[in-house]
């Protein structure tokens, strides 16, 4: 069996097609031979002698298929051994043909076949002998190296890069995700396959895969999960398009990303101005407090000093921050804690009366004051203790529910609002300069309350008044009110 038999009988069997061409050419009989000014004759064209040669001859040559050795063998005379695809040249039973006489061996044509060389002196074979024999050998020959041609085909040589591990192989697959399939290479959302996995796969080509890594990507205090294929946090921080140049990284920037993930603080550089005693001082830093950066720019904090933005709070890039220098005292205050009033319905009293049943007085607390100055600024003052000293007492007051009489005997016909408007302008609240009188007819205190009443006149209505005024006309007439009570007759 030649080498290009056993390829493709690795390949598989012949496919009937072969068998069925070969035995067309078989029944065509020999090509036709090439004529021209080289041509050697029918004796060097042919392939085999028609008589076997002596066999002291036959000359073996090294680097021959077993296929180009076996008719190197009948050339020589010796019959050929019988093996698949072969007929034998002639049958053991038919007699030998007639012996040529001895033609003069032209000079072999370069690419003409097996390459071997007539014996010297060797009798011709008559044209055409041997063809049926040779031609298809030889188709199925071509065959069976088509078949092997194809199967080289389809073989690939191709450079399979796996998280930045290069390595050659050969496959079979038609695209992409076959290849890795056949490679057990499971590939998910977040992964990196380049090309596609629909792509069709070529010979020479290169496939790229990279495997997703989770990253717990803390950047400049705001936490996010991301993915990255990236091997590297370096890598990783240009994929994301972070500038590492004067940032603070929790992991070194050449230490691996592992497949299981990895957490990373990163708090890039950053631009902060400060603003303190009256200058101003911009820094760059990556520090993770206004604090942090504050004892980086040299500031310090004493007593009540505060910042614009709390200490502890993140600084931003671009911000800001303006140093409160502060100085304060504290100053205690007593104050007024004003009484409250409670009114109490009182069926003795006359409708429309109200007594003071009990004085209201009011309270008195200590409150003790923050008084600050910001940056040379004195502020409003600011309580920031309180204490009561003496609670206040509610004022109770009694209110007239009772029904006043209509009239009384020997004074409803007198004109009393005329005497009111003399003695008082007609108001009922009216009291004279010096406190002693009140009320609509300006009574003291003392004659009031011995006609009935309750508390002051003034604090009575003006019905009651005017009641207890006729009761006072009845006892005593129209002296009580020397200057105006002639105004009762008109």
Request: net charge positive; charged share 25%.
């Amino acid at each position: 069996m030649s080498d290009t038999q056993g390829s493709h009988r690795r390949g598989g069997p012949v496919p009937e097609a072969y068998e069925a061409q070969a035995y067309e050419a078989y029944e065509a009989g020999p090509p036709a031979r090439p004529s021209g000014p080289g041509d050697p004759g029918p004796a060097a064209w042919d392939p085999e002698p028609a008589v076997p040669a002596p066999r002291g001859g036959r000359r073996r040559r090294t680097g021959m298929s077993p296929l180009e050795l076996s008719e190197a063998d009948t050339l020589a005379g010796a019959p050929a051994a019988p093996g698949p695809g072969r007929r034998r040249a002639a049958s053991p039973a038919a007699p030998p043909a007639p012996v040529a006489p001895p033609v003069p061996v032209a000079p072999a044509v370069p690419g003409s076949g097996s390459g071997r060389r007539r014996a010297r002196g060797a009798p011709a074979q008559a044209p055409g002998t041997n063809w049926r024999r040779i031609v298809p050998q030889a188709l199925v020959v071509a065959f069976l190296a088509g078949g092997t041609t194809a199967f080289v085909a389809a073989d690939k040589s191709v450079r399979l890069t796996v998280d930045g591990v290069p390595r050659n192989l050969h496959t079979f697959a038609d695209d992409i995700g076959e290849l890795l399939a056949s490679e057990g290479l499971g590939v998910g959302p977040h992964d990196l396959v380049a090309p596609a996995p629909g792509e069709p796969l070529d010979d020479g080509e290169e496939v790229v895969v990279r495997y997703g890594r989770p990253l717990r990507l803390t950047l400049d205090g705001q936490q996010r999960q991301v993915w990255t294929t990236a091997r590297t946090v370096e890598g990783a921080l240009r994929q994301f398009g972070i500038r590492a140049e004067g940032a603070y990284l929790s992991t070194p920037r050449t230490a691996p990303v592992p497949r299981a993930g990895l957490a990373l603080s990163v708090r890039t550089e950053r631009s902060v101005t400060f603003m303190a005693d009256g200058r101003e001082r911009a820094i760059r830093t990556n520090a993770a407090t206004v604090q942090e950066a504050l004892d980086q720019a040299g500031i310090t904090l004493q007593g009540q000093d505060t910042t614009s933005v709390p200490p502890t709070a993140f600084p931003r890039d671009g911000q800001t921050v303006t140093v409160l220098r502060i100085t304060g005292t504290r100053e205690v205050r007593e104050e007024r804690i004003p009484y409250g009033t409670e009114k109490v319905k009182d069926p003795g009293l006359f409708a429309g009366t109200e007594v003071v049943e009990r004085a209201g007085r009011p309270g008195a607390r200590r409150v003790t004051y923050s008084l600050r100055t910001v940056n040379g600024v004195r502020q409003k003052p600011r309580p920031i203790a309180d204490e009561v000293v003496r609670e206040p007492v509610t004022q109770l007051v009694k209110v007239g529910t009772r029904a006043l009489p209509s009239s009384v005997a020997g004074a409803d016909g007198l004109d009393w609002g005329a005497l009111a408007q003399c003695e008082s302008g007609g108001r009922a609240s009216a009291t004279d300069p010096s406190g002693t009188y009140g009320g609509l007819y300006q009574f003291d205190v003392r004659t009031w309350q011995g006609l009935g009443g309750s508390g002051r006149p003034q604090d009575a209505s003006g019905t009651e008044q005017t009641y207890r005024a006729k009761k006072l006309y009845v006892q005593r007439g129209a002296s009580p009110w020397p200057h105006c009570g002639r105004r009762l007759y008109r």
